[in-house]
């Protein structure tokens, strides 16, 4: 395939599939690159098994037209195309989205993926474009990128089990392929599959919150984040001089990137520039770029509404031990909800999961799944305040010894406690 | 370890693990033998763990006494001993009690099994039954064999699951060995193993729904349940004489036998006379025996207590078809509950798993994991009414067409409907 | 599938694949049914495989024409029918040919499978039979069900592997099915994929070794083949008279058997005599019975044609300790060519196994693979002397002393050596 | 583990394992880090195995002695320190040695490493050292980290397999460690995991042949030497100047560097030097940075003694084409010998593996192992000649195509062949 030989797509070799969770799950050194084929793969099996059990006879007839494969399978490979190093965090300070600049390579007539593409048609750019966006016409196409059980989300989890080395994100890849079945409105299930899929929606509740939320990456997140907000300080205040210019960033610093700046990061370049940092005369820019690459990430507790007020003085207690709080303490919150109905009132519905009865009628996956019920729509995550490790430090006899000791106080089995009745009365 | 040569023991190799289940399963042809092996083996392995992370330092300390390995061990390779061929069907039919015999061969001395125990101590051989038993005084022993996750139930799930090929039933029981822990209760799970502790409950409920409860599996049981209740009525009538005489069986016939003629039995025992009886001169023996032997499951809907009232309805078309309904249908549920709470109120308290905070204090698993406590004491299962495959028949132009016709419109989707609201209303 | 219900195809639920050595391999506990399934599916992997990528567009071109399909997946299924319990042994004693029985059960008119086939045209039975014959017209079709790398061997080296454990024979069969592909001569390997039929080569080479030449089963064949032996002696003495007299199988001691007769026996039924047999007043048989359910193995020593002399002294010493040499002593020797070049001369060639080059044409493997070549034409494989486990006994100061240190001073490292030289030049 | 943390440890996050073989094995994108982390668990295994069952007794017993458990542990995490990114190719260009860096790292007192490693003793680092260096008194500790089969191979293999996800680099890690036993000379295997010592011999010739000397990784690795040069010549032209001035190699290009240049390398900076050369104003640089960045490696035909007189030939066609063959060809060739013999008399003597018999006695591994014995002081490998793709072009009717047309008269199934048979005789 001349797409995976174009510079944009092999960028995604140097770009970490989970950005800083490889520093909690060692094993997680995947990248982009290998996920993208392996959407590209399981979108070929969908489109093989469609084309042999479901193909269209007259259009409209709610089966496979495997004219669509050709786009279905371009857009599979090339869905996250636009991502960038540690992509969260940097579209977070950055304020780029990748889901925009993935249309724009495939777009811009000036990427080598849109001159393979236009060797198609000239319109064939803009419809494997349409199909991440979703807004191509064939639902079946779009549902196989993009929807609750799609080629893109069984790859991830199951790539990501097999090189964290969980057990929990594994499920039954091929059953699930087999019971798909093209329909009108989309692709539904078989109901002698539904064990599968309901086992599919178990693995994945079981990776967000035991890999994805992880507290420690989250932990790396934060210390990431101060690190490139406080380059961006500096920069802004005409530090970062040769040679710990970041010649590369400098267009997003200045908010005047194109795609040809973006085009050129990956994880590789911004560890990089970190490494020069490391020696940089700024205690605060040295410290973070010394945490990132060495793996120091701030510690954490969990905290509840009815603790948070117990927070300012948490940060108080870091400030006093000599920290500042502004880089040395967070919050983090995570939550996502692992299946939901589908509700057309909600702002952002999502695909539901339908499974086709024997009579072919469809049924949609919780009113069949007693598992899948009990956890639909209950949301998951925790809300967590981020420190220094040193607050945690055994309070010998120094000066800080108070300080430890008041802090340690309100924390019990990892969350955060009140010392007294009172505090929680105040 | 010589009471694995024991011809007690040697005797599991011809006892399939998951009986009539191997006929829907087809992988599913491994044996009580193995089973027994796996669970000495992962005893082993916590003892191991225990002796190494958390040997006793003095007596009530509540840690692990390594000289308690020795009983632990021989409980679990011994612990299924007195299971039968095809043992539910067996026992609901002739009232034997596997567990009973289980402690007779442990605890009779006329038994190689209690030779090979006796050496060790005159007390031993009763040692190891009180450890299956529940009632040994150390909790740790007898949690190891017997409690909501234990040595038996993990080996099987991850047995069954192998050799079912199924992916539901995996979990990561290194890592469960792992945090284990003993304390003065029991046997407690650290904190940060919660996730496969988790996992494992979700796979044990998912293998109760798919393997243990499978519908067809239950329709093979009524077939050999039929099977020997009809041999029972002819052998009461004098019937079944050589060389159609089931030798082996008759004491249970008569329901006057002892151990010995309990220990003769097995697989290929039952399934040679059930092949001797193919040829025999009464058609319900023949047909039900080659039923079992050449896998003709009786069929089987779903239904609920709503529409219980159309049952007897259901069994006169199946008379009306020519098929006697004593023998031809049947009624069947499956309840299980994947994980309960302790309730010291409830007739038969399980364990509860206790989750050991970072501080000493324990915590029930389901107070701690939203997807447990989702499908805690929520019973699973459904209620089957079983028939001949004919009733689903074309209805052809002949005379049963009509009755044929009747029962198939009191179906859709697996399950048993009222044809009309009166239907419900009567 | 129809042919799949048949009683004859049920009946290899009850005939374990590996015969004794489940007793070495405990989980070695699958039988010759799903063997039979997974030959089919691995052939069926095959016709869509040639059917997608090589179809025959006109008759003669060499590439794959799918109306070939049903015939070659109705002989994968059913290639192993005529299988009976403990086949190698069983064969040995009773003079019956597996598959010339497999053949009889295709095209005998009585049988259920016949009458399945013959559905599809009268002449189809035959034809399947011919697949199995080798003697169809269509090499291709034929080598997939039989040459040196065929769904058959694929299978079995896989499942075994599986169910005893073993890492060995675990080869790539995904891709050696991706680089098969059809030529006018047969089946050809693509040359890309040599290292993957390399490996299936060595696994096959270790399979052999490790786990079908095992010394235990091949020790616990011995006693069944003393077992039948003497209870065919018995019989012929007209004794074994009920309850003890094997019904089932006296057409075979009378060698007068049909069809019918061989087709009532299994594992089961076997074991079900010889349970009878542990209680017979002959203690030859009451041993060997025992002997073989309880797993008591006789042991052996490796020799050589150097050594072999001393055999006869090693008899004498066994019968001096009070055991018949004609039954508790045996030779036995395992010998296998892991693969041969083909050798038109050789009296039974063997498909040689082609690679196919970028230029179409076709190299033998051997010439290729520095790891094939290096086994090619080697036999492997030892020869044994079995003899009872107490002749390994203490010597303790009994009348036997004497006779047991004789008899170990025979034995180093598991093999038979000469005590002094002189015994050699005797 | 506090070395863990140290940032010479950290900086092996960013050195993939297989360097350029990641761009033909594409799920190999694992690093040395984790690869280190896997060398130690095998190696506390080994001792744990070691501490339970052979435990010295007293001094010069041959056992193991529990106190040397530390420096094992040690030496197996930081065997590989000294690795830079791209090892084998950097090595080659700029002299650098990693074995001796690893024992600086381990010895200079200005280490993070050193001083973990001196709190235990101010000897402790140069033991470690020594471990790595094959200097340290103990055999056992030695062999552990270094040997024919040691903790070192058996991770990478076993690593490098899950990755590439080949099947070849399997054999049974479990077994092995279970055989193994310390003696006075080392370490021997039992002679019950034969078997398995065999199988891992077999894997290993596999992953060389297969995934090791694979030709696409090799035609990278001559990409990446030909960068470096084509930058070195540059610099030394004084060129390469701000923003392309490469800070960080410059202590290489000059010649001129210490521990602290060395461990600012990784991965990264040099493709973010790579990145920046893409633009640089000299085709070469140019021509070769997006060549590496974007997996365009040169092709290559093997050739033989007898064809090599044709390569000079060969060269000039290239250069004819409009390619300076100093750069755009390359020899390139790969031997390996998998296992030898011990020969004293050889420069660099190999471990030999010793299978322990039961009577004591040792036996070097390819006496008792045909399929060894067959491979042993076999050479593997080939020489290959690289050229750029487009000599492999069709020859269109353009100025190149007789150029081209020459080119490929001389190659056949990826083979160096002479025309006619005057070109041998020349």
Redesign the interface.
């Known amino acids: 395939m001349d797409l995976i ?3 944009e797509f ?1 960028r995604l ?2 770009i970490k599939q989970l950005g800083v969770a ?1 520093y909690v799950f ?2 997680a ?3 982009r ?2 996920h993208c ?1 392996g959407v590209y793969e399981i979108t070929r099996q969908m489109c093989d098994n469609f084309e042999i059990n479901y193909p269209s006879v007259k259009a409209g007839d709610g089966l496979w037209d495997d004219n669509e494969r050709l786009v279905a399978l371009c857009a599979a490979l090339l869905h996250d195309l636009g991502h960038g190093p540690y992509s969260h965090t940097f579209e977070h300070i950055f304020g780029t989205d990748h889901e925009a600049i993935t249309r724009e390579i495939i777009t811009n007539p000036s990427t080598n993926v849109y001159r393979v593409l236009a060797q198609v048609d000239s319109d064939f750019p803009a419809k494997v474009a349409s199909v991440i966006d979703h807004t191509y016409p064939n639902p079946q196409v779009v549902q196989m990128i993009s929807s609750q059980i799609d080629a893109d989300r069984m790859d991830y989890l199951l790539r990501d089990a097999y090189n964290t080395g ?3 994100g ?3 890849l091929t059953r699930i392929l087999r019971v798909m079945r093209p329909y009108a409105g989309g692709i539904a299930f078989e ?1 002698n599959g539904m ?1 599968a899929v ?2 599919y929606i ?1 693995s994945r ?2 990776m967000y ?2 890999v994805y939320f992880h507290p420690v990456s989250r932990g790396m997140e934060v210390v990431l984040t101060h690190l490139l907000t406080r380059a961006k300080e500096l920069y802004e205040d005409n530090q970062l001089l ?2 710990y210019r970041p ?2 960033l400098i267009p997003f610093f200045e908010q005047e990137f194109n795609l040809q700046d973006y085009l ?1 990061l ?4 911004l ?2 520039y970190f ?1 020069y940092w490391q020696d940089y005369p700024d205690p605060l820019l040295q410290d973070f770029a ?1 945490r990132f ?4 990430p701030l510690k954490s507790i969990t905290f509840m509404p009815a603790t948070r007020r117990l927070l300012p003085r948490m940060r108080q207690l870091v400030a006093d031990a000599g920290f500042d709080p502004a880089y040395y303490t967070a919050e983090n919150d995570s939550f996502d909800l692992p299946y939901d109905q589908y509700d057309p009132s909600s702002a952002n519905p999502k695909t539901q999961i339908e499974i086709m ?3 072919g ?1 469809l049924e949609e996956l919780s009113t069949l799944s ?2 899948v019920a ?2 639909t729509g ?1 949301s ?1 995550g925790d809300t967590r305040f981020y420190f220094p490790k040193a607050m945690l430090g055994t309070p010998t006899d120094d000066l800080f010894a108070p300080i430890y000791a008041e802090f340690q106080a309100h924390i ?3 969350s955060l406690i009140p010392q007294n009745l009172e505090e929680l009365d105040q």
């Open positions: 030989n174009t510079p092999q070799r140097r490889s060692q094993g050194e995947h990248t690159f290998t084929l969980t057990k929990y594994l499920f039954d109901a064990h309901e086992d178990v509740f079981q919150q035991q040769d040679p010649e590369l050129k990956d994880d590789g370049v560890n990089t490494l010394n690459l060495n793996r120091k009865q024997p009579d009628t007693a598992l009990a956890i209950k998951t019990l089995n990892g």
